[in-house]
């Protein structure tokens, strides 16, 4: 294993950002364009970007920054992506409900995208969008779900509004939020539910054909 060095120069003026951004990497994941304008500002200069870059790396991570999209976000770095023993602390094991509801969340997103201003869905819309799904969260778990999403900069909501037409906005960090063997999982839960109400409905079909007309038409007087 080499040595560790650290050789950055960061500028006074430029302290207290540099500061914020690796703190809010942290502690959230993602710095969003439409969210952190500032911060996405200074993470997204490439003399900036290589600063934080090597700082991180220090420690096992590394920055990305995905300008289509306008997210920056920590990651794994390269070269200890395998190794033993370094706990990577910004990988959250959601459970099986808010896999769920990330799914709908990415789905709604992509329903809504171009079509207006910043992309919002209704808590009470929501709701509906994820039974129809045949998930029904209890209270408590869609709280501390939206409450976990929100620390991680994946969607944002007045936590002081409690109503149905409560707004939520969901930013383009739910693309990056998933851990693939665990949404490969949730997939095929959808495609099982999905491939069992076909043949259900199929058979139905089926029983219908069945049916003899005969047998419901009425005996001449």
């Known amino acids: ?14 302290g207290i950002l540099f500061k914020r ?19 996405y500002s200074f993470v997204s200069r490439e003399s ?18 995905d300008e289509k999209t306008g997210v920056g976000m920590l990651i794994v770095s390269e070269e200890d992506e395998e190794t033993v023993g370094l706990k990577r602390a910004n990988v959250i094991t959601f459970s099986s409900i808010q896999y769920h509801m990330l799914l709908v969340l990415w789905k709604v997103y ?5 079509y207006n201003e910043g992309n919002f869905v209704t808590k009470g819309d929501l709701i509906d969008k994820i039974k129809s799904y045949g998930v029904v969260p209890m209270k408590q778990e869609l709280i501390a779900s939206f409450k976990l999403f929100k620390k991680y900069s994946l969607i944002n909501f007045d936590e002081n509004d409690h109503g149905e037409d409560m707004k939520i906005q969901l930013y383009p960090s739910l ?15 959808y495609l099982k539910r999905s491939e069992a109400d ?14 003899n007309p005969d047998d419901y038409e009425e005996d001449e007087v």
Not at 1 to 14: C, H, T
Not at 48 to 65: C, K, T
Not at 110 to 114: A, F, P
Not at 175 to 189: M, Y
């Open 175 to 189: 693309q990056f939020g998933w851990d693939i063997p665990q949404f490969q999982t949730v997939a095929d839960e």
């Open 110 to 114: 992509l329903e809504n995208l171009g």
């Open 1 to 14: 294993m080499s040595d560790i060095s650290l050789q950055i120069i960061i500028k006074e003026e430029n």
């Open 48 to 65: 900036n970007r290589q600063d934080i870059s090597e700082y991180l790396r220090m420690i096992g991570f590394d920055i990305l920054v």
């Open 198 to 211: 076909d043949e259900i409905a199929d058979n139905s079909e089926e029983e219908i054909l069945r049916l």
């Open 21 to 39: 951004c690796v703190r809010k990497l942290l502690e959230s994941t993602f710095i969003l364009r439409e969210k952190d304008e500032k911060l």
